[in-house]
């Protein structure tokens, strides 16, 4: 069974729905419509609540221009594959808080740009992954839970027991442990607040 289609089929289960989709790709079932209707917004939904790191990439920005107004030194092209800009690199990987590098985003009539004072820079961003395999089991139950709460009025005659209520806690639950087990497996120094903090430890 593929991804989506399980995902989906949990996405049921979680509503109170019986009923199993053989093939979202390709049934025409009110289940699978409904499953596909959202699906696409809820994957793209979810992979930026959390910066997974399966779905996080680094890479250098390609620069538009330099000086483009009286408040920042460079522009740079917004990366196709992004879905959220979640920063450019200092280069320190122990870093103070004056150490974060100032960006917005802007745009021009080729797309999105990121404007910043960084020179060189490389950002660190969600990506639009859907290689399915390397997706965690607590990336697919988080999302089954997203995705049941927005087809439960759908396929529950408008909800009336209030399941997209009980959806949305348990996603956010499974939020909450997928972020537990992420921290788990890194090893990143703690946020100092200056120079003199980062002295005393």
Not at 26 to 51: G, H, M, N, W
Not at 63 to 71: G, Q, S, V
Not at 118 to 127: G, H, K, P, R
Not at 160 to 182: G, L, T, V, W
Request: proline share 3%; aromatic share 10%; glycine share 4%.
């Amino acid at each position: 069974m593929s991804f989506n289609t399980e995902v989906g089929n949990l996405a049921l289960g979680h509503i109170g729905v019986n009923y199993e989709v053989a093939d979202l790709d390709t049934e025409q079932s009110r289940e699978a419509k409904a499953i596909r209707r959202y699906y696409d917004t809820c994957l793209a939904s979810v992979l930026r609540d959390f910066p997974w790191g399966f779905s996080t990439k680094v890479a250098d920005l390609l620069l538009i221009e330099e000086d483009p107004n009286t408040d920042w030194l460079f522009s740079y092209r917004y990366p196709s594959d992004c879905l959220l800009a979640r920063k450019i690199l200092s280069g320190v990987n122990i870093t103070t808080k004056n150490d974060t590098i100032d960006f917005k985003l802007s745009r021009d009539v080729g797309g999105r740009l990121i404007m910043t004072n960084q020179e060189d820079a490389v950002l660190e961003y969600t990506m639009l992954n859907t290689t399915f395999s390397q997706m965690p089991a607590d990336f697919k139950l988080a999302f089954s839970y997203a995705l049941a709460v927005l087809i439960a009025p759908s396929l529950t005659s408008g909800d009336p027991f209030k399941i997209r209520k009980d959806c949305q806690a348990m996603y956010e639950s499974e939020m909450s442990k997928a972020k537990a087990n992420s921290a788990n497996e890194e090893t990143i120094g703690p946020l100092y607040d200056s120079e003199f903090e980062r002295s005393r430890v």
